[in-house]
């Protein structure tokens, strides 16, 4: 069974940093790309980070510069180092592994950025 499970989340002031984790299971960890995604009250939810098995990254303009993701595929795990938080990166944050024939999500986690 595949089971992803975000923490780390918590409450920042402005300008501050936060690292999330997204311990992963259930399957060959180092095969796959996994993503971040967050969710704002009153909005969809958005891709925000990529990292594939290879270790390339992607990243929306929104969090490009602040945001960096990364993977130990020894811990089987994904994490979101985000800098700089701005008010408008509060949001819920989630795991992702998606394919053509699959799509986990994990449980979210909550951040608050204070102004």
């Known amino acids: 069974e595949v089971q992803l499970v975000e923490s780390g989340g918590g409450l920042v002031q402005a300008g501050g940093s936060l690292r999330l984790s997204c311990a992963a299971s259930?399957?060959?960890?180092?095969?796959?790309?996994v993503s971040w995604f967050r969710q704002a009250p009153g909005e969809e939810r958005k891709g925000i980070a990529c990292?594939?098995?290879?270790?390339?990254?992607y990243y929306p303009d929104s969090v490009k510069g602040r945001f960096t993701i990364s993977r130990d595929n020894a811990k089987n795990t994904v994490y979101l180092q985000m800098n700089i938080l701005k008010p408008e990166d509060t949001a819920v944050y989630y795991c992702?592994?998606?394919?053509?024939?699959?799509?986990?999500w994990g449980q979210g986690t909550q951040v608050t950025v204070s102004s």
């Open positions: 990292i594939s098995n290879d270790g390339s990254t």
């Open positions: 259930g399957f060959m960890f180092d095969d796959y790309a």
């Open positions: 992702n592994l998606r394919g053509f024939s699959y799509d986990y």
